[in-house]
């Protein structure tokens, strides 16, 4: 979480301003429906900005961890669930 930052955008042909916080969730591209829906359950606007980023590069070492990461989760979820 990244905040508070003062945001201004177009919103119904006015400029806003709002204090928001700024959520990244670092995870993988077949996951990206199932968190799209969860915030948009939760969130209270009617528009988040909600924005997949691809990674071009990153530490390989890192990038490792986070797919090992993953994977161990999906399976922790899939034997919790069976």
Do not use: F, Q
């Amino acid at each position: 979480m990244i905040g508070p930052v003062a945001s201004t955008y177009w919103w119904r042909d006015r400029i806003e301003t709002a204090e928001e916080w700024l959520c990244v969730i670092k995870s993988s591209r077949d996951r990206y429906v199932a968190l799209e829906k969860a915030i948009r359950d939760i969130h209270p606007y009617e528009v988040p900005e909600i924005i997949a980023v691809p990674v071009a590069r990153g530490s390989r070492s890192y990038l490792n961890w986070l797919g090992k990461t993953l994977r161990a989760r999906r399976t922790k979820r899939r034997t919790a669930n069976t």
